[in-house]
């Protein structure tokens, strides 16, 4: 093609033409770039999401890797129900330093959780800095099928891969005087635009009694469905805690820490008569805005009849008798 300017009609354009047309070109052109970033933007915020993006944009080059999967643990093999399809578990998280709203997916692109420590400190006699590289390593890694039951009454069946949070606490070797265990998320707006709100308690945090915390359902969670954890379910280590409403189960921990004090946790400083410290799943006690009763699973929406200590009676309840 030829260059414009060497065009025969241009010499025959006036010039008052010629402004006026390019003009009206670049109105044009700004208005179709408008257009096209309103497309854009709709589509970054409205788009479906097919199996394979959400799946692929929350991983993370997360070491570990031959470690993975797991061996099955065999008393944690299976649950009361089927596991919950993986794509419909990573489509509808919360993780509230990213988005208010379950499609955190769409957010997670700027989430760096390499390289990434994580630290035992507190009234502990060994306190100790693992970097995540060491932490997928320190201890033998297993899988766990666990309930999972959000606060909000929503449910589903994961495998998780990880090591009891027991272990970790007590190669720390607890002091006499610790009495609880505080998890701290990490603090990140740049990377988390939902931390650019300072009026809200961040970092995440959340506790446990010592006694809790040493249960054997505790879990520390490197991986999820056989590969290491995606970024919206909490990358690169999260705690799970089955037997309590979702909240508890920190996400992206970043610091484990030995108190002598209940620790104050970011959704009971929010809004204390509707998220208890305690916090264990039991259908009897509405929250102040839904009945408990009931739970809906992810992927199926099947509805179920929601379990005292979700289930986990057998393991737990000895730690609430009174
Ligand atoms: N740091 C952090 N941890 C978090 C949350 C969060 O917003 N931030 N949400 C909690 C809630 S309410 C639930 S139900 C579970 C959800 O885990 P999932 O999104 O991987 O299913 O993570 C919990 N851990
Ligand atoms: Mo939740």
């Given at each position: 093609?030829?260059?414009?300017?060497?065009?025969?009609?241009?010499?025959?354009?006036?010039?008052?033409?010629?402004?006026?047309?390019?003009?009206?070109?670049?109105?044009?052109?700004?208005?179709?770039?408008?257009?096209?970033?309103?497309?854009?933007?709709?589509?970054?915020?409205?788009?479906?999401?097919?199996?394979?993006?959400?799946?692929?944009?929350?991983?993370?080059?997360?070491?570990?890797?031959?470690?993975?999967?797991?061996?099955?643990?065999?008393?944690?093999?299976?649950?009361d129900r089927s596991l919950t399809n993986e794509a419909e578990a990573a489509r509808y998280t919360n993780f509230y330093e990213f988005s208010w709203s379950k499609?955190?997916?769409?957010?997670?692109?700027?989430?760096?959780?390499?390289?990434?420590?994580?630290?035992?400190?507190?009234?502990?006699?060994?306190?100790?800095?693992?970097?995540?590289?060491?932490?997928?390593?320190?201890?033998?890694?297993?899988?766990?099928?666990?309930?999972?039951?959000?606060?909000?009454?929503?449910?589903m069946a994961v495998p998780w891969t990880g090591f009891p949070l027991a272990d970790l606490l007590k190669s720390a070797e607890p002091l006499p005087a610790a009495?609880?265990?505080?998890?701290?998320?990490?603090?990140?707006?740049?990377?988390?635009?939902?931390?650019?709100?300072?009026?809200?308690?961040?970092?995440?945090?959340?506790?446990?009694?010592?006694?809790?915390?040493?249960?054997?359902?505790?879990?520390?969670?490197?991986?999820?469905?056989?590969?290491?954890?995606?970024?919206?379910?909490?990358?690169?280590?999260?705690?799970?805690?089955?037997?309590?409403?979702?909240?508890?189960?920190?996400?992206?921990?970043?610091?484990?820490?030995?108190?002598?004090?209940?620790?104050?946790?970011?959704?009971?400083?929010?809004?204390?008569?509707?998220?208890?410290?305690?916090?264990?799943?039991?259908?009897?006690?509405?929250?102040?805005?839904?009945?408990?009763?009931?739970?809906?699973?992810?992927?199926?929406?099947?509805?179920?009849?929601?379990?005292?200590?979700?289930?986990?009676?057998?393991?737990?309840?000895?730690?609430?008798?009174?």
């Amino acid at each position: 093609m030829s260059h414009p300017s060497s065009l025969p009609e241009r010499e025959l354009t006036p010039e008052k033409a010629v402004l006026s047309r390019r003009r009206w070109l670049k109105g044009t052109a700004i208005g179709a770039l408008a257009v096209g970033a309103g497309l854009a933007g709709w589509w970054h915020w409205f788009r479906p999401g097919s199996d394979r993006e959400v799946l692929g944009g929350g991983q993370a080059d997360l070491p570990g890797k031959g470690l993975y999967p797991a061996a099955r643990n065999s008393r944690f093999a299976e649950v009361d129900r089927s596991l919950t399809n993986e794509a419909e578990a990573a489509r509808y998280t919360n993780f509230y330093e990213f988005s208010w709203s379950k499609d955190v997916w769409r957010s997670i692109g700027p989430f760096q959780p390499l390289p990434w420590k994580v630290e035992v400190a507190g009234l502990v006699a060994k306190p100790r800095t693992y970097d995540i590289d060491d932490l997928v390593r320190a201890f033998p890694l297993e899988e766990r099928v666990y309930r999972h039951r959000c606060v909000e009454a929503w449910a589903m069946a994961v495998p998780w891969t990880g090591f009891p949070l027991a272990d970790l606490l007590k190669s720390a070797e607890p002091l006499p005087a610790a009495k609880y265990v505080r998890f701290v998320s990490f603090d990140n707006p740049r990377q988390a635009s939902g931390q650019n709100n300072r009026s809200q308690p961040w970092p995440y945090t959340e506790g446990l009694t010592l006694a809790e915390a040493t249960n054997e359902l505790a879990f520390i969670a490197t991986g999820m469905y056989g590969h290491p954890l995606l970024k919206q379910h909490g990358a690169p280590v999260r705690l799970v805690v089955p037997w309590k409403y979702g909240f508890k189960s920190a996400k992206s921990i970043v610091r484990v820490e030995l108190t002598d004090k209940q620790p104050a946790t970011f959704w009971n400083t929010i809004s204390p008569h509707e998220y208890d410290f305690e916090a264990n799943v039991n259908p009897d006690v509405p929250h102040p805005r839904w009945s408990q009763e009931h739970e809906r699973m992810l992927g199926t929406d099947a509805i179920r009849p929601s379990l005292l200590y979700n289930g986990y009676g057998e393991w737990v309840s000895h730690l609430y008798r009174t």
